[in-house]
């Protein structure tokens, strides 16, 4: 397994869903290579590199509380109550783990299967 130094990514906070979907339609629009928009049930993030290769996580916090590495692939162009679906169906399923605490065999970044 390959050893991190340094700094892993940068980390830019959005006030909502909207701006995550203005941002990275914008990353998008600008040519920028965009890693992943994932489901944290936390946050919603979107990893992008930039032209030097840096990785930044644009995100978007979804006020539902939860401490497990969860990383589902989720489309936000889909309508808000669709997205908040997602969110939710996810924070079900990991909610129930304490600070600190691990799902049953969880992997180093956790994708839940649908």
Known sequence: MARVTGLGHVGIYVRDLDDLRAF????????????????????????????????TEVFWVTGRPSWVPVANPI???QPDDAVLAEVDRLWNEVRHVPVGGTMTDEPAMLQIAR
């Open 75 to 77: 489309d936000i162009e």
């Open 24 to 55: 990275h339609r914008r990353l998008r629009a600008e040519g920028y290579r965009i890693e992943r928009v994932v489901n944290h049930a936390s946050a919603i993030g979107c990893y992008v590199f930039d032209p030097e290769g840096n990785r």
